[in-house]
T-cell receptor, first 110, second 117 residues
Framework: TQLLEQSPQFLSIQEGENLTVYCNSSSVFSSLQWYRQEPGEGPVLLVTVVTGGEVKKLKRLTFQFGDARKDSSLHITAAQTGDTGLYLC??????????FGPGTRLSVLP | DAGVIQSPRHEVTEMGQEVTLRCKPISGHDYLFWYRQTMMRGLELLIYFNNNVPIDDSGMPEDRFSAKMPNASFSTLKIQPSEPRDSAVYFC???????????????FGDGTRLSIL
C-alpha cells in the first residue's frame, strides 16, 4: 500500500513570509498532483508534475518533483491571506492506484 | 461550464436512518470517484467508476455503504443503516481519462457534510 506523508501538518505564518511544505513517500510515483482546499469547498488542482526533477511555477507558487519521483515540495513566496487553506498532494503509480496525503493546513495571518 | 454538483450540501439525521448522497459529474467525464474526508483520516477514496461500471470498491468501509451509477450523469452513495461514526464530509469527483494514475485532474464537488446523531 502506498502512503504519502506531508509536513508540516499545520503551519501558521504572517503575510509576506515565505514557506515550504513537503510531500514524501517511500514509493515511486508516475506523477504527483498538488491540490488546495478552502473551507466548505472541494479540493482544486494546482499542478501536476510528471518528470523527476521537474520544477513548475504558478505565480508565487513553485512546485518541485524529486529526482527519484518519491517526493515533492511546494514553496510559496510572499504568502498572502488568500493562500490560506489545506494543501494536499496526491500521487499516482503505474498500477492504476491513486492516493492522497493527509495535507498541510496553512494559515496566513494579516 | 457547470462543475460537479452534489446534493444535499448538509444532512443531519438520526442513527439508523438511511442516507442517500447524490452526484452529477461533469458532462463527458468517464471516471467518477466518491471520497470521505475527516480530520482524523483525511481524504479517503471509497469507490470509483469508469464508464458507469464500479472498478474498485475496496475503500468502502462496510456493507452498510453502497454506491450506484445508473447512467453517465448520476451517481448515488447510500448508507443504510447510518451510524454516528459515518459523520464526515463526502466528496464526489469526476475526471476525463485515466485520472486514477494521476495524469488527469480530478474535479471535485463542494461535498455533503453529513452528521449522524
Amino acid at each position: 500500500t502506498q502512503l504519502l506523508e506531508q509536513s508540516p501538518q499545520f503551519l501558521s505564518i504572517q503575510e509576506g513570509e515565505n514557506l515550504t511544505v513537503y510531500c514524501n513517500s517511500s514509493s515511486v510515483f508516475s506523477s504527483l498532483q498538488w491540490y488546495r482546499q478552502e473551507p466548505g469547498e472541494g479540493p482544486v488542482l494546482l499542478v501536476t508534475v510528471v518528470t523527476g526533477g521537474e520544477v513548475k511555477k504558478l505565480k508565487r507558487l513553485t512546485f518541485q518533483f524529486g529526482d527519484a519521483r518519491k517526493d515533492s515540495s511546494l514553496h510559496i513566496t510572499a504568502a498572502q491571506t488568500g493562500d490560506t487553506g489545506l494543501y494536499l498532494c496526491a500521487g499516482g503509480d503505474y498500477g492504476q492506484n491513486f492516493v492522497f496525503g493527509p495535507g498541510t493546513r496553512l494559515s496566513v495571518l494579516p | 461550464d457547470a462543475g460537479v454538483i452534489q446534493s444535499p450540501r448538509h444532512e443531519v439525521t438520526e442513527m439508523g436512518q438511511e442516507v442517500t448522497l447524490r452526484c452529477k459529474p461533469i458532462s463527458g467525464h468517464d471516471y467518477l470517484f466518491w471520497y470521505r474526508q475527516t480530520m482524523m483520516r483525511g481524504l479517503e477514496l471509497l469507490i470509483y467508476f469508469n464508464n458507469n461500471v464500479p472498478i474498485d470498491d475496496s475503500g468502502m468501509p462496510e456493507d452498510r455503504f453502497s454506491a450506484k451509477m445508473p447512467n453517465a450523469s448520476f451517481s448515488t452513495l447510500k448508507i443504510q443503516p447510518s451510524e454516528p461514526r459515518d459523520s464526515a464530509v463526502y466528496f464526489c469527483a469526476s475526471s476525463l481519462g485515466k485520472a486514477i494514475a494521476g495524469n488527469q485532474p480530478q474535479h471535485f464537488g463542494d461535498g455533503t457534510r453529513l452528521s449522524i446523531l
